[in-house]
C-alpha cells in the first residue's frame, strides 16, 4: 500500500499527463495565457539583452586597460599649465620640463620589485617617404619595447640591444603609417626621412590602442600623431635631434627639452603593483616641484572599471528582479482568477479521487508552463536583440552562457513561488463547497 | 468483488450508516439536514431516495461519497469506517470505490469524451495505455464509440450524462451513487439513462439514485422515502422508518 502509494505520486508518467492536461488548460485561453506570459518574456528579455550589453562594453574598457599592462605602471611627462612665467619665456627660454633619466636610475635603484623600464621619448615632425609624407612622431624607445605594452610586431621585426647600442638608423612604423606611407609596395627594407635623418623600416607594429571610454582617461597629450609613428632606438633619437627640441607652432618657435615623455615601469608581480606606484608618486613628489608628470596605473583602473561593473550589476540587478515580481504578480493575479473559475473543475477532480497535493502539483505545472514558457521567449528575444544591436549599432555586446540560464531559472522560479499560493488555494476548497460552485 | 454468498445467509453490507448526522451552522443558526440516519445497503441494491425538496437527500448522497463527513455517527464502507478518515484517505476511498454521477453531468471541460472517463484511473494510477482500453470500451458500452474526441460542449445532455455513466464505472467501483441524474435531461434521454442503470444493476452493480420521479421507486428494488432528514420509509424493512430508539 505504502509504496503503491509513493508510485502514484512521483510517477513520471502522471507528470507526464499531469503536464499535458496543463499545456490543454492554458490552451484553452491562449490570449490570456500569452499576456500573463508576457511580463516574465520581457523581464526575462530585458536581463540577458542588458547583461550583454554591459557586458560588451566594460569587456571594450577592459581589454583597452589590460592592452596597458596590468603589471606596469606608466608615466608620462605633460607640459605644466601654470608656469607663471610663461610669458616671458616663450621666446628666449628652452621650456625644460617632464621626466628625466635620473627619475628612471631612481625608480629602478629605489623602489623594490621593479623589474623592467621602458622609455620613451617623442619628436614630432614630419614622416617622408619619397615625396609622400605625413604628420607624426619619432619615438625613441628601448628592444623590450613590443613585450612590455603588449603591441605585436606584425611584419619583420623589431630592433635590437645591439641595433640600440650602435645606435643604428633602424625604424618601425606603426601599422597606420606604413599603410599611408606605403600604399602599394612593401615597407621593409625602404627608407623614411624625419628631418635631415634617413631610417631603414625594419618591421611593422600594431597601432598603439584607442583611449578606453572617458572616464578611463589614459589619452595623453596629443594622442591624433600617435598612430602616426615610427619607433627608433632611444640612442638613434637622442643623436639625430638632440635633447633640444624645436617646434614651429602657431607663429611662434617653441623649445623644449624633455629628456624622457613616457616610462613604462613593470612591477614583478601585480600585488606589488599598487604599492609601488605609491612609492614611485612620492618619489617623483621629491624630484618634481612642478606637475610635470602624470602617472597613470592601469591596474587600478581595472579595478575601479570591475566596480562600475559591480555597481552596474546591482542595479541591473535590481531591475531585473523588479521586473520579474511584476511579471510574477501577473501569473499570481491571473492564478487566483483560474482557481475561482475552475473551482467546479476542482471538485469534480476531488470527488473523483484526486487528493489535495495532485490538486496543488497540476495548478503549479500550470504556472512553471506559464513562466517557463514566458522565460524561453524572453530567451529567445533577448539573445536576438543584442545581436541585433550589434548588427546596426557597432556596440559590442556579449553574450555568456550563464544569463540565459540563470534568467530562465529565475523565471520558472518566479512561476513556482507566485503559483503556490493559488495552488494551494485550490487544493484548501473542500469538494462539497468546490463542487456546489457556478 | 464478486459475491458468492447464497441466498440463506444475509450478505455484509456495503455500507452501513448509525445515527448519521449532519448539522450546517450559520451563524447562530444549527440547520439539522440529517438527524440520524440509520441504513444499510447490500450489493446489487438498487435503490431510490424519495423525497421533499430540502429533506437532505444530498447530504445524505455526499456523505455516502465521501464528499462530506457526517457531523456524527459512524459510515461504515465495505467494513471499514470511513467517517473520520483524514482528506487524503477520503480521496482514495472515492477514487477507488466510489463513482459518481451528477445532474449536472460535471464533465471537465478542457478533456475529450476519452479523457473525461480516464480521470478517475489517472488519479488511481493506472498506465496510460491500460486506461485508454478501458475508456475506449466504456464508451462503447454507452453508445459513444463514434464520438470518443468530441468534447463536453459538441454532445447533447444525455450523451454527456452518459460519458458521466462511463467515468463513473471506469475504477469498477463498490457503489455507484447518482444525485437526480435525469434532473436536467427530456423525458427520451432520461428513460436512456435510466436504461442504463437497470442493465447495470442486472450485471451486479450496486446503484443508489436520488431522484423527483415517483416512477423510479417501481423501477428499482428498493425504495428510500426521506423526510425532515430522516427515514421515513425503506422498502426493504418497511416499519424501519417508525422505529424508535
Ligand atoms: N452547505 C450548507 N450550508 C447550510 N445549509 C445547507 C447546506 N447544504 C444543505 N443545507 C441545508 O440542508 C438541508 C438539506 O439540503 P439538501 O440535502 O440539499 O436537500 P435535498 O437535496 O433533499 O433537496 C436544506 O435545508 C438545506 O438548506
Ligand atoms: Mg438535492
Known amino acids: 500500500m505504502k509504496i503503491d502509494e509513493i508510485k502514484n505520486t512521483v510517477s513520471l508518467f502522471r507528470l507526464k499527463r499531469s503536464i499535458i492536461l496543463g499545456v490543454k488548460s492554458l490552451w484553452m485561453h491562449k490570449l490570456r495565457s500569452l499576456l500573463t506570459a508576457l511580463g516574465i518574456v520581457f523581464g526575462v528579455c530585458s536581463v540577458i539583452a542588458m547583461l550583454a550589453i554591459g557586458e560588451g562594453a566594460s569587456y571594450e574598457a577592459q581589454q583597452q586597460i589590460k592592452d596597458l599592462g596590468s603589471q606596469n605602471i606608466i608615466l608620462q611627462s605633460i607640459k605644466p599649465t601654470n608656469t607663471t612665467t610663461a610669458g616671458e619665456q616663450e621666446r628666449s627660454l628652452i621650456l625644460e620640463y617632464g621626466l628625466t633619466f635620473r627619475d628612471i636610475s631612481q625608480i629602478q635603484s629605489t623602489i623594490p620589485g621593479v623589474e623592467v623600464t621602458v622609455p620613451s621619448r617623442d619628436v614630432k615632425d614630419f614622416i617622408w617617404r619619397l615625396s609622400l609624407s605625413v604628420d607624426g612622431t619619432a619615438q625613441g624607445t628601448v628592444p623590450w619595447f613590443p613585450e612590455m605594452k603588449n603591441r605585436d610586431v606584425i611584419k619583420g621585426r623589431f630592433f635590437t640591444q645591439v641595433e640600440m647600442e650602435r645606435r643604428s638608423n633602424v625604424c618601425i612604423l606603426t601599422e597606420s603609417l606604413a599603410r599611408k606611407l606605403f600604399p602599394l609596395d612593401e615597407p621593409i627594407g625602404s627608407a623614411v626621412r624625419m628631418q635631415r635623418s634617413y631610417f631603414r623600416v625594419i618591421g611593422v607594429i600594431e597601432d598603439k590602442p584607442t583611449s578606453a571610454g572617458s572616464e578611463t582617461d589614459l589619452s595623453t597629450e596629443d594622442d591624433s600623431g600617435d598612430s602616426m609613428a615610427m619607433l627608433i632606438p632611444i640612442t638613434t633619437l637622442a643623436d639625430h635631434f638632440g635633447e633640444v627640441l624645436f617646434k614651429y607652432r602657431s607663429g611662434s618657435f617653441e623649445a623644449e627639452k624633455v629628456e624622457v615623455h613616457e616610462v613604462t615601469v613593470r612591477i614583478e608581480e601585480a600585488d606589488r603593483v599598487l604599492p609601488a606606484a605609491q612609492a614611485i608618486r612620492h618619489m617623483l613628489e621629491r624630484n618634481h616641484s612642478d606637475s610635470d608628470y602624470k602617472m597613470t596605473v592601469p591596474l587600478d583602473l581595472l579595478r575601479r572599471a570591475e566596480r562600475t561593473k559591480q555597481i552596474f550589476n546591482i542595479v541591473l540587478g535590481s531591475i531585473a528582479a523588479i521586473s520579474l515580481i511584476v511579471g510574477g504578480i501577473g501569473i499570481m493575479n491571473i492564478m487566483l482568477a483560474t482557481v475561482t473559475e475552475r473551482t467546479r473543475e476542482i471538485g469534480i477532480r476531488r470527488a473523483l479521487g484526486a487528493k489535495r497535493k495532485d490538486i496543488v502539483l497540476q495548478f503549479l505545472i500550470e504556472t512553471v508552463l506559464l513562466s517557463g514558457t514566458g522565460g524561453l521567449i524572453g530567451v529567445a528575444l533577448g539573445l536576438s536583440i543584442p545581436l541585433i544591436i550589434s548588427h546596426f549599432a557597432e556596440m559590442k555586446t556579449i553574450i555568456q552562457l550563464w544569463a540565459p540560464v540563470l534568467a530562465f531559472t529565475i523565471s520558472v522560479v518566479t512561476g513556482v513561488l507566485f503559483g503556490i499560493y493559488p495552488a494551494f488555494r485550490a487544493a484548501g476548497l473542500s469538494p462539497v463547497e468546490a463542487l456546489r460552485h457556478e | ?245
Open chain 2, 1 to 245: 468483488m464478486d459475491e458468492q454468498s447464497s441466498a440463506a445467509t444475509l450478505p455484509k453490507p456495503v455500507i452501513q450508516l448509525k445515527g448519521v448526522e449532519k448539522h450546517y451552522t450559520m451563524g447562530s443558526i444549527v440547520v439539522k439536514a440529517l438527524q440520524g440516519i440509520d441504513l444499510q445497503v447490500f450489493p446489487k441494491d438498487y435503490i431510490s431516495i424519495l423525497g421533499p425538496s430540502g429533506c437532505g437527500k444530498s447530504t445524505m448522497l455526499n456523505i455516502l461519497g465521501c464528499l462530506d463527513k457526517p457531523t456524527l455517527g459512524e459510515y461504515h464502507l465495505d467494513g471499514e469506517d470511513v467517517s473520520q478518515l483524514e482528506d487524503d484517505r477520503l480521496s482514495q476511498v472515492r477514487g477507488k470505490r466510489l463513482g459518481f454521477i451528477f445532474q449536472s453531468y460535471n464533465l471537465i471541460q478542457q478533456l475529450t469524451v476519452l479523457e473525461n472517463i480516464e480521470v478517475p484511473l489517472f488519479y488511481q494510477g493506472i498506465s496510460e495505455k491500460d486506461s485508454r482500453e478501458i475508456a475506449v470500451d466504456l464508451a462503447g458500452q454507452v453508445g459513444l464509440g463514434k464520438r470518443l474526441d468530441h468534447r463536453p460542449t459538441e454532445l447533447s445532455g444525455g450523451q454527456q450524462q452518459r460519458v458521466a455513466i462511463a467515468r463513473a464505472l471506469s475504477n469498477d467501483p463498490a457503489v455507484i451513487l447518482a444525485d437526480e441524474a435525469t434532473g436536467n435531461l427530456d423525458s427520451k434521454s432520461g428513460g436512456d439513462i435510466l436504461e442504463i442503470f437497470d442493465a447495470l444493476n442486472d450485471r451486479g452493480k450496486t446503484l443508489i439514485l436520488i431522484t423527483h420521479d415517483e416512477g423510479m421507486a417501481d423501477r428499482t428494488n428498493r425504495t428510500i422515502r426521506l423526510k425532515d432528514g430522516l427515514v421515513q420509509f425503506d422498502s426493504k424493512s418497511p416499519n424501519a422508518g417508525g422505529q424508535q430508539h
